[in-house]
């Protein structure tokens, strides 16, 4: 009988043995494919000077407008305006001009555009023409909108579905590595050689991603120029995202996040300094936590990618969001506090990667542009309503309860996305079609 018993165990075991084997000779190969994707590796490295050019950009012109105007705050916050406006005013103007134009061509022409109105600046900085510092980050942040919807068009021509949600993480991972790095690294360049070769440092960054970009495969021949113009086209868009229930779901959890992170984001300062008892300087690293936790999210979503879909990893994202949160908001020790501020950056990438991998996924080619341009406002303009509203908020409640309110919209976002795990093909509510949307 124990002889019988072992022998089924041996075979089990063998049995575990080879299912490990099969899989990790499976996943070899397609990391091997992954990564020799000529889009995968232009994209990344193209990415990683982008990132690097945008983080000198930021925290150089904010350093040099701050000593320039003896820290006026009207002029700081004209930093941050020149910055986020253009997603209000260019983003889905640019996501239909991104599903007219060829797409390489966009990204290509877009940084090289950037790299030109940084050296441009540069020009101005020598005759003395401080004030175009402004125009820089303004033309920068308006291109990146034409930009940022070309290159999920790129990810869905030359990406297999399979491995969309890697590549998303990838380059997610990159973007939480400059979070971490990039203010101290801004920092760093600004003080120690000045602004002059920061801005070089800007404009030359551009120029390698446009280099890089240049190397992509060819853009597919498209045919014969829309007949519709662009005011028609934008109607198009709105009316497909309508038609669409994912998207609608969509743009109801993207509302409701925008709300939340609305609300806690000015509040870092305060977290720290009342609740937490310490100085206003330890908020850079309190901050740091969570790009360190944005790291880690970026590789997890890369493992997770291939195990789990987009739709369960956006309800883990939400759920842990509220949770921690409300843990943030209510606790006065600062490890416990330490480990939310890292749970909450840990879950950013998740939610991030997953609703660029569901409208990947679920948009018609002609509409990826539009999609992505509808809904990243919608996050934008409540975050940024939520952020004027902040300061009256916080002199009528405690800011246990804010924090709390925001978890409350993090658990309304994780409600609205329960009925979106049953939208799958597999149910029969796959990709509407481009002419039944439309009609």
């Known amino acids: 009988m124990g002889s019988r018993f072992a022998d089924i165990e041996a075979k089990k075991y063998r ?15 397609a990391m091997r494919s992954f990564f020799s994707n000529r889009f995968i590796q232009a994209i990344l490295l193209s990415g990683l000077f982008l990132q690097l050019g945008i983080w000198v950009r930021n925290f150089a012109i904010l350093l040099f407008v701050t000593e320039q105007t003896n820290k006026d705050p009207f002029a700081i916050t004209l930093v941050s305006v020149a910055e986020f406006a253009p997603i209000f005013l260019f983003s889905f103007i640019g996501g239909a001009f991104a599903d007219r134009w060829k797409p390489k061509r966009t990204m290509v022409l877009c940084d090289l555009l950037s790299a030109l109105s940084v050296f441009a600046v540069l020009a101005a900085l020598v005759y003395g023409g401080w004030q175009a510092i402004f125009f820089a980050t ?53 003080f120690r050689f000045g602004m002059d070769t920061a801005i070089a440092i800007m404009g030359t ?24 113009n662009v005011m028609q086209e934008m109607k198009m868009g709105f009316r497909y995202v309508t038609a669409n229930k994912l998207f609608l779901f969509m743009g109801a959890f993207f509302l409701v996040a925008g709300l939340g992170m609305g609300l806690i984001s000015p509040l870092g300062i305060y977290l720290v300094t009342e609740n937490l008892g310490l100085t206003s300087e330890d908020l850079q690293w309190f901050t740091a936590v969570n790009g360190i936790g944005m790291i880690f999210g970026g590789a997890m979503a890369m493992g997770l990618s291939k195990k789990a879909g987009p739709q369960a990893m956006l309800l883990t994202g939400f759920v842990v969001s509220a949770l ?23 879950m950013g990438p998740l939610i991030h990667i997953s609703c660029n991998t569901l409208i990947l996924k679920n948009a018609d080619e002609a509409f990826v542009g539009r999609v992505n341009g509808i809904l990243n406002p919608l996050f934008m303009g409540a975050m940024v309503l939520d952020m004027s509203l902040v300061g009256v908020l916080k002199a009528n409640l405690p800011l246990s309860s804010i924090y709390l309110i925001a978890a409350g919209l993090f658990t309304v976002g994780a409600l609205i996305m329960l009925p979106m795990l049953r939208l799958r093909p597999a149910n029969g509510i796959e990709k509407i079609p481009v002419a039944e949307a439309l009609h």
Request: hydrophobic share 50%; aromatic share 8%; proline share 7%.
């Open 15 to 29: 049995g575990r043995c080879s299912t490990m084997s099969k899989e990790k000779h499976q996943a070899a190969p």
């Open 138 to 190: 303004l033309v920068s942040s308006i291109l990146s909108q034409f930009s940022q919807p070309s290159g999920m068009k790129l990810f869905k021509l030359h990406v297999p579905e399979a491995q969309m949600q890697m590549g998303m993480s990838m380059y997610q991972t990159i973007m939480a590595i400059f979070m971490v790095l990039g203010p101290m690294l801004g920092t760093f360049v600004y």
């Open 205 to 228: 960054s551009f120029l390698l991603s446009a280099l890089v970009l240049a190397f992509l495969p060819a853009d597919p021949k498209t045919g014969a120029v829309p007949s519709s």
């Open 324 to 346: 921690s949160v409300a843990v943030l908001g209510s606790v006065h020790e600062t490890w416990p506090a330490i480990i939310a501020q890292f749970a909450a950056g840990l």
